[in-house]
T-cell receptor
Framework: GQSLEQPSEVTAVEGAIVQINCTYQTSGFYGLSWYQQHDGGAPTFLSYNALDGLEETGRFSSFLSRSDSYGYLLLQELQMKDSASYFCAVMGGNNRKLIWGLGTSLAVNP | DTEVTQTPKHLVMGMTNKKSLKCEQHMGHRAMYWYKQKAKKPPELMFVYSYEKLSINESVPSRFSPECPNSSLLNLHLHALQPEDSALYLC?????????????FGPGTRLTVT
């Protein structure tokens, strides 16, 4: 089967750093994506890792370890506007469709 | 232009109605997607079009009928829906199937079936 696991909820304070982990089990693996979705909004693409290592984009970084079937999204200098749901998603299989995790609801408090 | 547009924003329909959802992108993307999303859940893939041909149908009931008239447009025709079909319907596009990891989503259509 195919499955992704990520924490359901994370809480942090403004200015802090938070890490959202994602472990996956899929048949066929091309890479790991991260999406952000605010309440009432649409998912927005954040990052993609196809190879092992850390990718940095501003305050957000994403990491992948293919041998461990594990990745994480790191959010630094948290702001209130970062309160949202964060989904990890694996591109895999013969048809390269995205398999989505259940999402992590991040609450950033003052 | 990195925008995907969807109309209408909201739709209320009875179980005997026929309606259509529309999606448009002008990014030159060759892959387009329909998703259904319930509250507090991840998007659930329904259909994928690649180069205007249906590539994936995730065993969606026939009361949902997709159509891709050209490379920029994607429609979802709705007929005889059930109350449990009420959800946010999202359209997305990507450069191609090989770029499915980076999808651009429209704002969605909030559908209520009464």
């Amino acid at each position: 089967g195919q499955s992704l696991e990520q924490p359901s909820e994370v809480t942090a304070v403004e200015g802090a750093i938070v890490q959202i982990n994602c472990t996956y089990q899929t048949s066929g693996f091309y890479g790991l994506s991260w999406y952000q979705q605010h309440d009432g909004g649409a998912p927005t693409f954040l990052s993609y890792n196809a190879l092992d290592g850390l990718e940095e984009t501003g305050r957000f970084s994403s990491f992948l370890s293919r041998s461990d079937s594990y990745g994480y999204l790191l959010l630094q200098e948290l702001q209130m506007k970062d309160s949202a749901s964060y989904f990890c998603a694996v591109m895999g299989g013969n048809n390269r469709k995205l398999i989505w995790g259940l999402g992590t609801s991040l609450a950033v408090n003052p | 232009d990195t925008e995907v547009t969807q109309t209408p924003k909201h739709l209320v329909m009875g179980m005997t109605n026929k309606k259509s959802l529309k999606c448009e992108q002008h990014m030159g993307h060759r892959a387009m997607y329909w998703y259904k999303q319930k509250a507090k859940k991840p998007p659930e893939l329904m259909f994928v079009y690649s180069y205007e041909k249906l590539s994936i149908n995730e065993s969606v009931p026939s009361r949902f009928s997709p159509e891709c008239p050209n490379s920029s447009l994607l429609n979802l025709h709705l007929h005889a829906l059930q109350p449990e079909d009420s959800a946010l319907y999202l359209c997305a596009s990507a450069g191609g199937l090989e770029s499915s990891y980076e999808q651009y989503f429209g704002p969605g259509t909030r559908l209520t079936v009464t």
